[in-house]
């Protein structure tokens, strides 16, 4: 069982280190913000695997002009409020560290899981995406007929001595793309 972000802090090895003169790389720091770059750095020291997922619709631009803004809006208010509530329910094991807006239509998840839970990462991903694209269709029918998808991206951030969290952080973030 994985811990609570908030209950991690007092397991040994999660301390969270103050980095107010830490500098993070200019383009990293744009897609997250240096609050979570530090939560995230806190739990790269635990002895916890760590992953990423990226959710964004597909296709939202298109979407929103086809549609109107007012649509643009609710499906942006609905994929943030589906991914967050039903994030337990497909990754049951795992504790949230961070949910980040990165781009208008996109959030990442920094996640923390078990051993036991990497092997199943992919299934539960996939299912995850499911699940998403079936409410996001159900509570917003007018724009079913449009073939509304999700695209989900996964990675595990891995650890590698002496290398900075920068590039570890770019290097899955860049792998959740493809």
């Known amino acids: 069982m994985v811990p609570k972000p908030s209950d991690a802090k ?22 997250i913000s240096e609050k979570n770059l530090d939560r995230l750095e806190g739990c790269m020291m635990s002895r916890f695997n760590i992953a990423l997922l990226t959710i964004e619709i597909e296709n939202f631009y298109s979407l929103a002009g086809l549609y109107s803004e007012d649509i643009g809006f609710r499906l942006l208010e609905l994929l943030k409020g589906e991914s967050l509530n039903n994030f337990d329910k497909y990754f049951q094991n795992c504790k949230i560290v961070f949910a980040e807006n990165t781009k208008i239509n996109q959030i990442i998840f920094c996640f923390l899981l078990s051993d036991r839970d990497v092997s199943n990462l992919m299934n539960n991903a996939f299912s995850y995406r499911l699940g998403i694209c079936a409410r996001l269709s ?6 079913a007929d449009q073939h509304l998808d999700v695209r ?14 920068d590039k570890t952080l770019f290097r899955a973030f860049c792998e959740a793309q493809q």
């Open 10 to 31: 007092h397991d040994k090895g999660m301390s969270k280190q103050k980095h107010h003169c830490k500098s993070y790389h200019d383009l990293v720091s744009q897609l």
């Open 138 to 143: 159900k509570m917003l029918p007018e724009v």
């Open 152 to 165: 989900v991206g996964l990675s595990q951030l891995l650890r590698e001595p002496g290398r900075d969290i």
